[in-house]
């Protein structure tokens, strides 16, 4: 794929979508950061259901870590793997508290050093939390990424790279919604609804669908 062509994908991504952002419901960088843990392998809307109850009562490190493990778990145990996320999360909000004066590091090691945040959740807060032109891939970014030709690679971490090579600069801070996005409700990973695709013919996809 030449640059003018993924030029144009993301213009039309942009015109589809001026203000992309997470679906993840959060008023701080710190509710973010909890959101995030708590979304690996699982959905963003079966997370922002946990959550809207327990920032009501703690949405601090200190307030979180002091509800304690046990009453941690009874707000997120509809959240899969919850027994390990709990307890990062209060492994992390302690972290924050002793070594961050409660605030979550606009850094990409300190995020890492954090129980539960790996690569993908600290771009995810250093592009949505603070504007860096991060781009996170998960399984969605990953699907789109190759299908369409944008930036193929083996693993997330060679998409990552590409995508960092090829996606022009004016679109990189939102590159990363724009394409989870569009591989949750039209590049979907069984039957992609290419008829309803707004870059399908910029697309090298040899399997196009007419599904709307």
Not at 11 to 28: G, I, S, V
Not at 71 to 84: E, F, R
Request: with cysteine.
């Amino acid at each position: 794929m030449n640059a003018d062509k993924r030029h144009q994908i993301f213009t039309r991504l942009q015109e589809t979508m001026p203000e992309p952002t997470t679906e993840l419901e959060y008023k701080t960088p710190f509710e973010l950061l909890i959101a995030v843990i708590l979304s690996a392998q699982a959905t963003d809307v079966s997370v922002n259901k946990a959550t809207k109850p327990l920032y009501e009562v703690a949405n601090t490190p200190e307030a979180i870590h002091a509800l304690g493990l046990r009453k941690l778990k009874s707000y997120i145990k509809t959240i899969g793997l919850y027994n390990t996320k709990a307890q990062n999360v209060i492994k992390t909000c302690r972290i924050l508290m002793d070594e961050h004066h409660s605030e979550v590091p606009e850094d990409r090691a300190a995020l890492e050093a954090l129980p539960g945040v790996g690569r993908k959740t600290a771009n995810v807060i250093l592009n949505t939390a603070f504007g860096h032109p991060t781009i996170a891939v998960d399984t969605h970014i990953f699907r789109v990424s190759n299908r369409t030709r944008i930036a193929p690679g083996k693993n997330v971490r060679q998409v990552e790279d590409k995508l960092l090579k090829f996606v022009p600069d004016e679109f990189k801070k939102d590159a990363h919604h724009w394409l989870i996005l569009h591989g949750r409700y039209v590049c979907t990973a069984r039957k992609p609804r290419c008829g309803a695709c707004v870059i399908e013919d910029l697309c090298e996809f040899k399997d196009k669908t007419e599904i709307e």
